[in-house]
């Protein structure tokens, strides 16, 4: 998932040298779960987590965006809307937390979209927002009916979903129909641009479901207009390799301003959502599954990197034009699961494979520090190892350049689709033994930190932030690998009736009513 475009090339500097720190006792301390626990005690115990951020939130900061669990205070990072209680929605659904679920369908209806002091994020809004009502809706009124106490409150997830879509449209009134992200709306202002990549191609999938259930086609029409410059990139060499575009877009123009870019924040679901717009309906989106798989075999061939002293290692390069730049982040680490998803659903054995392959990669950047959680941002190029790194980098394959842990699900979102498509409970034990060592490190307080230092044993300082994904993706994934069978499951023959959003918010597939 694309977070914040600012975290991108800017935060590629080296921040923080995180010193090694694996002394024989840490790597005790941190090898002792329990490897055999039922998938019934790994899916409570991730539901007793879902509880205590939920309890923590709602005393604390509910009806605010989200929790500062250390000092048990609250912050609006997205517009005040109450953004962890939308996020936490199709989670709570899905663990069948009935009381939770029935909790945040009484506040929806109450919310005022057209009301805020903040500027909002087209996108953050799109795909937390508007994800996390749809997908409400259609487990609600679909198969987990049964959860909600009032249906006047399912009924009013559609009708608030319109509400925000209506508020958020004039951002496409442009020449091109490009919209802005940045919007001001007591004033129906905009940020003049350009707009990027993943913020531009991370909208089509919410608006064009949105369309599907209300029956306003003007909601398809408009993504899939701006969607269209992104899958025809102007000028040429904003394609440096077949599929693989810039990042920068003229919203006046609809012309690409650079060639650099990657499977990176800021770039990357842009590429998650052409094949899962294929996923959401094969005979509309044919083109956005022919882009996917311009933009994977070009990633095969020329992004595919291996660090020097670990060259059994996968990892992906960013370039600008052709020149690589061996650098990696959290954010990335999708990019395993949705190679598995593009081969499981393509019939492709080799993208599933190169998948799994990146997924290894992604593993290791957690078995190697103190804390067994991945860095934001590492690099592997033998010419740039920060001072005091050298033996780190020589033993794990990577060095840090930012040791701070958002709460981020990247990690643990690429090994469930490995576990759904390959069946190896490998991943699963992987993606529970990553649950204890986040449970261990980020508990605290109220509820669940934000850290900024991955690489020390506890974590470093606890920077008192409980973001609202993590109640949307982190929770939903650990949860899910362990969880029966169910419809909304990624499902091992490439037969999936649920597309999840890049916010981990899964909606019906067209046609799956
Ligand atoms: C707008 O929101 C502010 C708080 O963010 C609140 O005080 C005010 O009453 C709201 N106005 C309307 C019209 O809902
Ligand atoms: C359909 O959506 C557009 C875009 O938000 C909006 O302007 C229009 O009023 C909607 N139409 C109806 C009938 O709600
Ligand atoms: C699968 O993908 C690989 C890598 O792009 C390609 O070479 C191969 O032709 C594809 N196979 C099929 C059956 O489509
Ligand atoms: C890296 O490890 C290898 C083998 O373990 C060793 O020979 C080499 O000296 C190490 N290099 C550095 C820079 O520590
Ligand atoms: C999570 O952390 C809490 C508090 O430290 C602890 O009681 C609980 O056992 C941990 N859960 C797991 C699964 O490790």
Not at 401 to 411: H, I
Not at 479 to 501: C, M, R, S, T
Request: proline share 5%.
């Amino acid at each position: 998932m694309a977070r914040i475009k600012s975290v991108v090339l800017g935060a590629l500097l080296p921040l923080t040298f995180a010193l090694p720190h694996n002394t024989p006792e840490d790597l005790n301390m941190k090898r002792r779960y329990d490897g055999l626990n039922s998938a019934a005690e790994r899916t409570q115990a991730v539901i007793d987590a879902f509880r205590v951020s939920w309890d923590g939130y709602y005393k604390y900061a509910f009806p605010n965006d989200e929790l500062k669990p250390v000092t048990n205070s609250f912050s609006n990072s997205r517009n005040a809307w109450g953004a962890s209680a939308v996020d936490a929605l199709s989670t709570a659904i899905i663990m069948e937390q009935k009381d939770i679920v029935n909790t945040i369908l009484d506040y929806i209806p109450t919310i005022n979209y057209a009301n805020t002091t903040t500027e909002v994020s087209l996108f953050e809004t799109t795909i937390r927002y508007l994800g996390g009502m749809i997908s409400g809706y259609d487990f609600l009124t679909g198969p987990l009916a049964k959860l909600a106490d009032n249906k006047e409150n399912v009924d009013a997830l559609l009708k608030q979903s319109q509400n925000l879509a209506n508020v958020l449209s004039y951002a496409f009134e442009t020449p091109t129909g490009i919209p802005f992200n940045g919007l001001t709306l007591a004033s129906r202002g905009v940020d003049g641009g350009p707009n990027g990549l993943a913020t531009t191609g991370t909208l089509v999938l919410e608006w064009t479901r949105l369309a599907d259930l209300s029956g306003n086609k003007t909601y398809a029409d408009i993504v899939q207009k701006a969607e269209s410059y992104l899958l025809h990139p102007q000028p040429p060499e904003s394609e440096p390799w077949p599929g693989l575009v810039g990042m920068d877009i003229d919203v006046n123009t609809g012309k690409f301003l650079d060639a650099r870019g990657g499977w990176v924040g800021g770039a990357d679901s842009f590429y998650e959502y052409l094949i899962k717009m294929w996923v959401y309906d094969p005979n509309r989106f044919a083109e956005y599954k022919d882009r996917w798989i311009a933009a994977a075999d070009s990633t095969i061939q020329h992004l595919t990197s291996h660090p020097k002293p670990r060259p059994e290692l996968t990892f992906l390069a960013m370039y600008n034009g052709r020149s690589l730049s061996l650098v990696s982040q959290h954010l990335a680490c999708f990019d395993g699961g949705n190679f598995i998803l593009g081969g499981q659903v393509l019939g492709n054995q080799s993208y599933i494979d190169y998948g799994l392959k990146l997924v290894d990669g992604c593993h290791e950047t957690y078995t190697q520090t103190a804390t067994g959680i991945g860095p934001e941002i590492f690099g592997w190029d033998e010419t740039k190892v920060p001072g005091g790194q050298e033996n780190f980098f020589n033993k794990s394959g990577f060095y840090i350049t930012n040791s701070g842990y958002q709460l981020r699900p990247e990690v643990v979102e690429s090994f469930y689709y490995a576990y759904r498509v390959t069946g190896d409970s490998k991943y699963q034990d992987w993606a529970w033994e990553a649950f204890q060592d986040i449970n261990a490190t980020t508990r605290v307080g109220s509820g669940y930190s934000s850290i900024d230092n991955v690489n020390v044993v506890g974590g470093g300082r606890k920077t008192d932030f409980q973001e609202s994904f993590w109640f949307a993706e982190v929770l939903k994934y650990s949860y899910l690998i362990h969880a029966p069978e169910a419809e909304w499951q990624v499902d091992k023959g490439g037969k999936n009736k649920w597309v999840f959003n890049t916010e981990a918010h899964p909606f019906k597939v067209s046609g799956g009513t």
